[in-house]
């Protein structure tokens, strides 16, 4: 029987450049091959790629998790990621391994930027160390030593207020870099060495940047002031998407044909429909849109993000914005039919908040008869607010 290897996919940069479809081939000339991949922002790569029924996306886990899954079920496992440098991409192999519950239980190999000059390959554990010569030849890859793993997180109880403090170090930033904690921008980095800090669940500091108050406001959830597990958080700096598929735009526009074509606005009776709300959440994108036919999106970074992902599924958005975009992803499509708010500074969140509660009932989503009378009953409750209104 021949082995069956399992391959983790991390991040949207390695299908992007083509590598992972490489990488593919090139496992399936040693063994059985079955790809999954590992966090949410890959799947729009994915998608652009046409691999969709070659890399499965219809999970959403962590990378740990995926490995932990296939640990099950494969003889051997891969992870494959590309970095913003190899380092940084050791580094996160490391962090990944460092999650597992039973880190020994099936050789684990990290396939490190194989596209790129400083490209490696790395074992993850002891197991992986019989495979890696093999797995050198036939990537053409130099092989690393096992990495031993520094935590990041620290954690120390306060005497004088008797609050837990975490200090979270993040690795492989660069000067001005977006610091992003599940999904949401909080801080810009001014330093290559950032530490951000929180007591009893609550962000206090950026060591090495400087806070972003709205986006602290957004992740502890206004006045809910709901805390945040910062040693489990999904941290990150930088971009959520780095790169722009290689692909010709005409095979991205195919990606989106799963619906029959745009809404008609044109002042007729459209139909009935599911809207959903995006809030800030715009990683979850595939998710929450499921079986909707319209979907409101909050924010200017939640627009363009859950726009470019609901482009590939056929539906359009009510965007609600104000200008107050932080850049975390490269060009963007929204699907014909759209419509994006810009409305006066502060108010995206205001308008947000009265959609949910006046017109969705205090829910995420709703079914209307008439989705044309929806998007008009949302232009007139932003009304005051709106500065553009732009058409797609």
């Known amino acids: 029987m021949r082995m069956k290897i399992s391959l983790v996919i991390h991040g949207p940069e390695v299908i992007d450049?083509?590598?992972?479809?490489?990488?593919?081939?090139k496992l399936s000339c040693i063994g059985e091959v079955e790809a999954q991949l590992g966090g949410a922002m890959g799947k729009t790569a994915v998608l652009d790629a046409g691999l969709e029924n070659v890399i499965n996306i219809s999970r959403h886990l962590k990378p740990?998790?995926?490995?932990?899954?296939?640990?099950?079920?494969?003889?051997?496992?891969?992870?494959?990621?590309?970095?913003?440098?190899?380092?940084?991409?050791?580094?996160?192999?490391?962090?990944?391994?460092?999650?597992?519950?039973d880190p020994e239980k099936k050789p684990l190999i990290q396939i490190e930027s194989p596209g790129c000059t400083g490209g490696k390959l790395i074992p993850l554990n002891k197991k992986a160390g019989s495979y890696i010569e093999k797995f050198s030849e036939a990537f053409g890859l130099p092989a690393e030593k096992l990495l031993s793993f520094h935590n990041p997180v620290s954690r120390e109880k306060l005497s004088k207020t008797g609050k837990t403090r975490i200090i979270r170090e993040i690795s492989g930033v660069f000067p001005g870099e977006n610091i992003l904690v599940n999904g949401l921008v909080i801080g810009k980095a001014l330093s290559s060495e950032v530490r951000i800090i929180s007591e009893n669940g609550f962000i206090t500091a950026i060591e090495g940047g400087e806070i972003k108050e709205h986006g602290l406001e957004k992740l502890h959830n206004y006045e809910k002031r709901d805390p945040v597990d910062l040693a489990g958080a999904w941290v990150k700096s930088?971009?959520?998407?780095?790169?722009?598929?290689?692909?010709?735009?005409?095979?991205?526009?195919?990606?989106?044909?799963?619906?029959?074509?745009?809404?008609?606005?044109?002042?007729?009776?459209?139909?009935?429909?599911?809207?959903?709300?995006?809030?800030?959440?715009?990683?979850?994108?595939?998710?929450?849109?499921?079986?909707?036919?319209?979907?409101?999106t909050v924010g200017d970074d939640t627009t363009a993000i859950a726009g470019d992902i609901l482009f590939r599924?056929?539906?359009?958005?009510?965007?609600?914005?104000?200008?107050?975009?932080?850049?975390?992803?490269?060009?963007?499509?929204?699907?014909?039919?759209s419509v994006v708010l810009r409305l006066i500074e502060g108010s995206d969140d205001i308008v947000g908040k009265r959609v949910k509660q006046e017109l969705l009932r205090g829910q995420d989503s709703a079914v209307f008869e008439n989705l044309f009378t929806f998007k008009e009953d949302v232009l007139k409750l932003a009304e005051s607010s709106i500065e553009t209104i732009f058409e797609y």
Not at 17 to 25: C, D, H, P, T
Not at 260 to 286: F, T
Not at 314 to 336: A, H, L, M, R, W
Request: aromatic share 4%.
């Open 17 to 25: 450049s083509g590598e992972a479809e490489i990488v593919l081939e």
């Open 64 to 101: 740990s998790a995926c490995i932990e899954s296939f640990f099950e079920t494969s003889d051997l496992v891969c992870l494959l990621n590309r970095g913003k440098t190899p380092e940084t991409g050791m580094i996160f192999g490391a962090k990944v391994a460092s999650r597992l519950k």
């Open 238 to 296: 930088g971009d959520i998407r780095r790169s722009n598929s290689l692909l010709p735009d005409a095979k991205k526009q195919n990606s989106s044909s799963q619906k029959s074509g745009p809404i008609s606005w044109g002042g007729g009776r459209v139909g009935a429909g599911k809207v959903v709300l995006i809030d800030h959440a715009a990683e979850n994108s595939y998710e929450l849109a499921s079986g909707a036919e319209l979907a409101v």
């Open 313 to 337: 599924l056929g539906i359009p958005i009510i965007g609600i914005t104000d200008g107050d975009c932080d850049n975390v992803t490269c060009e963007t499509k929204i699907f014909p039919g």
